[in-house]
């Protein structure tokens, strides 16, 4: 990498914004977390980042955002900023190079740089680091992205909105629960249950299919902790079936891109219900492609544990940019 250092780095979700100073190659220092409510806009946010953490001047920032990049206009629909200019953060700010990417580019960027440590094996054989990798995470909403290797040994990431992709109901209670979900949305996409939001619809429409009124809906924490503390069979159901959604949603994404490299999850979900999540069917559904169950039975699955894993891929995106001149 380049030596032009230190960086501002960050991950910028629709609540909160990440922010660190990376003073060597994937060396962070001066991490701090501030509520995006409390601030005007992005640059208003790195200007109370730099006083806080005394930084007088940063020449190259990279920032990770939760939705498409296209343009200099950035759209962020569930964040109090809701738009953003590069142009006019580049300006005010004083920086040589700036760099924005969506989340799950920047995800997909940091796969190969995440410490083995911080990353729990589900299954399947050790990955061909020659072949696509898939990357999916349930959070806010599904992010889904995908990354090839050049034989220069460079990686090349691939954003997409693969969340919002038709939900496929795999069984016949799948099936109640997407009718439960379509007399609602009309088009019903994997993000409307595979996620955080997504849990309460499931919870909603097993209630639904039960017959069981609710008297106060749980938020996603609550079904959470509740079915992995055994406190109730609803949010145990509402969870197993999360899971097995995701399988199939991962599985759909392995044969899409041949991921033999790997399917990596990240996201806020699963690593919260981690111990959970390992005993439930997500395998057997991940595998169960009829015909091609061999084919998804050699493909690994790794969750992300990694605390700010976003930080490793708008690092690399912006060592590139700075030496090449183009996003990876």
């Not at 960086?7 to 220092?29: C, K, M, Q, W």
């Not at 109640?176 to 249950?193: G, P, T």
Request: aromatic content about 10%.
């Amino acid at each position: 990498m380049s030596n032009n250092f230190p960086r501002l780095v960050a991950d910028i979700g629709g609540t909160n914004a990440r922010f660190s100073l990376e003073i060597s190659p994937f060396n962070y220092e001066k991490t701090r977390v501030l509520p995006c409510k409390d601030y005007l806009d992005l640059s208003d946010a790195v200007q109370a980042y730099f006083a806080i953490e005394k930084i007088e001047r940063i020449e190259h920032a990279a920032f990770a955002m939760p939705c498409p990049i296209s343009g200099d206009t950035i759209l962020m629909v569930n964040s109090p900023w809701k738009m953003t200019s590069i142009s006019q953060t580049k300006q005010k700010l004083g920086l040589a190079n700036i760099v924005f990417l969506n989340d799950f580019h920047a995800l997909a960027l940091a796969i190969p740089h995440i410490p083995q440590d911080k990353l729990v094996h589900c299954g399947g054989n050790a990955p061909d680091t020659a072949r696509p990798i898939g990357i999916i995470g349930p959070g806010t909403g599904l992010g889904v992205a995908s990354l090839i290797r050049h034989p220069t040994g460079e990686y090349i990431a691939i954003p997409a909105e693969g969340g919002h992709s038709s939900f496929t109901p795999v069984s016949r209670e799948e099936i109640e629960l997407w009718d439960f979900a379509q007399k609602r949305f009309q088009h019903v996409s994997f993000e409307r249950f595979v996620s955080g939001p997504g849990l309460q619809l499931i919870y909603e429409a097993v209630c639904s299919v039960k017959k069981v009124p609710i008297t106060t809906m749980p938020t996603p924490a609550e079904i959470n902790s509740r079915a992995m503390n055994n406190e109730c069979w609803l949010c145990q159901l509402t969870l197993d079936h999360f899971c097995r959604m995701l399988g199939t949603a991962c599985s759909n994404l392995a044969t899409m891109v041949n991921a033999f490299g790997g399917i990596y999850i990240g996201g806020g979900v699963v690593p919260r219900v981690l111990p959970y999540f390992l005993k439930s069917d997500f395998r057997c559904r991940f595998e169960d492609k009829g015909r091609l169950r061999q084919h998804l039975e050699k493909i690994p699955v790794y969750v992300i544990t990694h605390e700010f894993p976003a930080f490793l891929g708008v690092s690399y995106a912006l060592d590139i940019y700075i030496k090449k001149g183009y996003l990876p």
